[in-house]
């Protein structure tokens, strides 16, 4: 599903902070001195005048604050206490606050001056902050509930970071600044002509193709090309900025990519007459390591192959991990970033080890004859496991990602690869510090598409798709009524 879980909180991110508290990521390519408590480009850059003026008060309570968060190591997982958590916690990090500020309000609540928006962030605010969950005048659905919760979190959380807001000390923090670096598109890139994009942008733009040639930009996220929407920029100028406050001073971006190993990344793709390209279409999503992060495997018989594969490898191991795209979404309903990550890498592992069994029968007999086998699982015996194993591996190693197989970093089958080669450091940035739905837990449904990112709680994103739904729904309905025009015409 499309529809946005919190539309209109994205547009109250900032209500009644003060301007200069609305501290946003420092311009991609600056880091952060700690000694000098100055941000400043790291060495063999190019210099950027915009950069310079940035400064932190030297001395300031505040500014250690920022600077411990640089080498203060990450919150351990914690599990949402309840729904009015989990919403708060949603809230929270779909703000996307500038990790700077949200250290200085971490410091200020006594919590691990992380940067980015944790559980026990959530937990200090709703102690000192409590938030009364609604009482429906008449007995309501769950859904009606779960919405009714929603809406007084954000009204709850949107007037208690007025209050947080105004307790941290905005002259210790750099200004605010967007992405920067950005230059023209480059055209429409392909941008179908026969689409709702053509008539959603035709009044303000002349077209799909002129909006994508005067609104969207072209900068780069950890050296790598993206052609955006200047507000999906921002939001990735905040995950580097989170990424290199992870990393050694004087890192490069190329540097931070290649430690995650982070190799591709694919960002505006044109929607035409035969597929909706949806975020990726109006600048605001990106994918990476596209062929690495596939769930869909088996594409061409049946597209969710892998979730039956992961129910034989948890008979096969006894486990209890994720076995579905649905069950990863459900995660996100009572864990954090940090724990839904590693539930769904716990899976990975189990797949990628039930790979090698299926192509060394030497360790298949051991496993079966070992302890740690379930003995239903041994009754079964080596020779229907064998088969069993071959059959999913058959399925796992087909020759590309487009055919379903599961491809290894250099982009080729190989028979030891998982469906996720993400590393949580890169996922904790793009959901935590950008704020952006994650494809492993945040689209709904059987999504699984842990490949993917967007802006689906950014309101000017929300804003724009809601243009090309209406004239899709407006298209359709003229489609129909043609058609219904050419039904009654007698021959």
Known sequence: MLTPRDKQADGARTAGIPEATQARSAPIGLGYDAQTAALRPPPGSAPRAEGAALRIEAGAGTANAVANAVAAPAAPPVALVDDLHRHAYDWLRTRAYSIAWMAALQAKLGVAPTGVADVATVNAILTKHPIAEPVAKKKV??????????????????????????????????????????????????????????????????????????????????????????????????????????????????????????????????????????????????????????????????TWQLNRILGRVNQLFGATEVRSALGMAANSKKLATEGAYEAIAKANTQLRRYRELANDRGQLEAYLASASCPENVRKLGVAHWARVLAEDEKVMARTSAKQGGLMGPDGKPDHSSGFMDLKLLAVQAMRDAAGLRWGGTDLGGDSGDLMHFDGGFMNSAVTLRSKVQKARHELSAAKAKVGESAEKTPE
Request: charged share 20%; aromatic share 6%; glycine share 12%.
């Open 141 to 302: 659905s769950a859904s009606v509930r779960a919405q009714l919760l929603e809406a007084a979190v954000v009204k709850g959380m949107s007037a208690t970071m007025r209050v947080l807001g105004a307790e941290v000390t905005t002259k210790d923090l750099p200004e605010r600044a967007a992405a920067t670096g950005l230059g023209k598109a480059g055209g429409s890139h392909g941008a179908g002509k026969d689409t709702p994009e053509e008539v959603a942008f035709a009044s303000a733009h002349g077209g799909y193709a002129g909006f994508v040639s005067t609104q969207l930009k072209t900068g780069t996220f950890l050296g790598k090309t993206v052609v955006a929407h200047p507000d999906f920029h921002d939001r990735l100028a905040n995950a580097a900025a989170y990424l290199r406050s992870k990393h050694p001073a004087g890192t490069t971006d190329e540097q931070i990519a290649e430690a995650l190993g982070i190799r591709k990344v694919v960002s505006f793709r044109p929607t035409t007459a035969d597929f909706d390209q949806m975020y990726h279409g109006i600048g605001f999503a990106i994918d990476l390591n596209p062929e690495q992060n596939n769930w869909h495997i088996g594409r061409g018989d049946n």
